[in-house]
């Protein structure tokens, strides 16, 4: 038995995540909902339904506990590691996805029901981040064929300020070009004509400018959570070519942002 959780309440986007054999499931409940996940309200019996239903398309998660066997692996040295603690190989039909001393993701694109394996303190208070990385990856392969991409960063009034994985703590958003909208932790957002990519830069003052088309079509592929050993897909690709078509991108001042946080800070602190 275990918790089933289902990626935000839409359903047009039918992901779940069943978590299993985690002692803390509080901690696992606080990095998932920041990832979107909320608890399942259907039954297991209708969900099983829709994964033996050929006609549905959806994505089914096991996460649990990584044997001794899994474990070892997870945490042994690979020649991969030199390149950071993420990796993608090859396994047949299926690939796998490493994120070293913390998890291990059986994945196929073909496959509804793909198993993450992670170790004993991935939920850790100390490891939130690295676990937001690992599900937010997850993610960026399960919305890809539904053509919608993440990116690392945060969402703002007007916009969604870019960053990478570690500056953004792990945490992602996603755009859906089709409906014009961005899926976040909090829900969704649409994307409105004052919609904005931000760029922050710490080296720029009192102003912004705007990128090309193709400069903002360079960052976006750099900053995307999506990832593979054979770089981005041709579908990824074409889906960030149409958003750096339609879409704007400005490049801001970090320290507007530094100020408008302190500012924050201050006011929920009186």
């Given at each position: 038995m275990g918790s089933v959780y289902k990626f935000t309440q839409s359903e047009k986007y039918p992901i779940y995540l069943k978590l299993e054999d985690f002692e803390d499931e509080k901690l696992a409940k606080d990095i998932l909902f920041s990832c979107g996940f909320i608890p399942?309200?259907?039954k297991e019996e209708d969900l099983q339904k829709l994964l033996d239903n050929p006609k549905e398309s959806c994505k089914y998660i096991k996460l649990k506990a990584a044997s001794f066997k899994?474990?070892?692996?997870?945490?042994?040295?690979?020649?991969?590691?030199?390149?950071?603690?993420?990796?993608i190989s090859p396994r047949g039909s299926f690939k796998i996805y490493r994120y070293a001393g913390m998890s291990m993701l059986i994945y196929a694109s073909t496959s509804k029901e793909?198993?993450?394996?992670?170790?004993?303190?991935?939920?850790?208070?100390?490891?939130?981040?690295?676990?937001?990385?690992?599900?937010?990856?997850?993610l960026s392969w399960a919305l890809a064929p539904m053509g919608i991409v993440g990116f690392w960063g945060e969402v703002i009034k007007d916009g969604l300020v870019i960053r990478n994985a570690r500056e953004a703590h792990g945490e992602a958003c996603f755009v859906d070009l089709r409906r014009m909208m961005i899926i976040h932790a909090q829900g969704e957002s649409p994307i409105k004509s004052s919609f904005n990519f931000v760029r922050p830069d710490r080296t720029l003052k009192d102003?912004?400018?705007?990128?090309?088309?193709?400069?903002?079509?360079?960052?976006?592929?750099s900053k995307t959570t999506y990832f593979d050993f054979q770089g981005l897909s041709v579908a990824v690709r074409q889906i960030l070519q149409q958003m750096s078509r339609v879409l704007i991108g400005i490049v801001y001042p970090e320290e507007?942002?530094?100020s408008a946080r302190s500012q924050e800070t201050r006011a929920a602190q009186q």
């Open positions: 399942f309200q259907g899994i474990a070892a692996q997870i945490g042994s040295t690979s020649s991969v590691d030199q390149y950071g603690a993420e990796s793909w198993e993450l394996a992670a170790m004993p303190h991935f939920f850790a208070e100390s490891n939130a981040a690295i676990a937001r990385v690992v599900i937010n990856r997850i102003r912004m400018i705007t990128m090309r088309a193709e400069e903002l079509f360079s960052f976006l592929c507007k942002f530094i």
